[in-house]
């Protein structure tokens, strides 16, 4: 039984420092990083409120940063973004945390590929993100041992 507390403190630590400054109620933020192959996600917990706030470069999430081009590139680009929307899946917890899903704020990757008179591409205009807050209200928050 020992064993088991210590891996609740150690769960609630671990999502202390991961927590976002922003407090749960606050506005969702957007940051200017943007590195291909790396994943941001910060999560808070206040009472039985879990935020997990992400983003992701759209090369990983779709495959591509420009405008969709082809009928697949679409089709990839409507199916991440329903998934997101639906806000299920995007992270687990355990089944015994009994999390319901409260809100999503999706902010959809501006994909395009901007040129110059000189046909050059604005090379920041090929970085897209996409990002989302997803928040659930957890009914027995002490049973949220992973993520």
Not at 8 to 36: C, K
Request: charged share 20%.
């Amino acid at each position: 039984m020992p064993h088991r507390i210590v891996s609740r403190l150690s769960l609630l630590a671990l999502l202390a420092m991961l927590a976002p400054t922003l407090s749960v109620g606050e506005e969702f933020e957007q940051h200017d990083a943007h590195e291909h192959g790396r994943v941001t996600l910060d999560v808070a917990l206040e009472g039985g409120t879990l935020v997990v706030e992400w983003s992701a470069p759209a090369l990983q999430v779709v495959g591509f940063e420009h405008a969709p081009r082809t009928e697949a590139e679409r089709a990839a680009l409507a199916s991440a973004t329903a998934w997101i929307n639906r806000g299920n899946g995007v992270v687990g917890v355990p089944p015994a945390a009994r999390c319901r899903l409260r809100s999503i704020q999706h902010a959809p990757p501006t994909l395009a590929g901007h040129r110059d008179a000189a046909g050059k591409t604005d090379h920041d205009a090929e970085h897209a993100d996409f990002r989302a807050r997803v928040s659930y209200e957890c009914a027995a928050p002490a049973a949220l041992t992973w993520l």
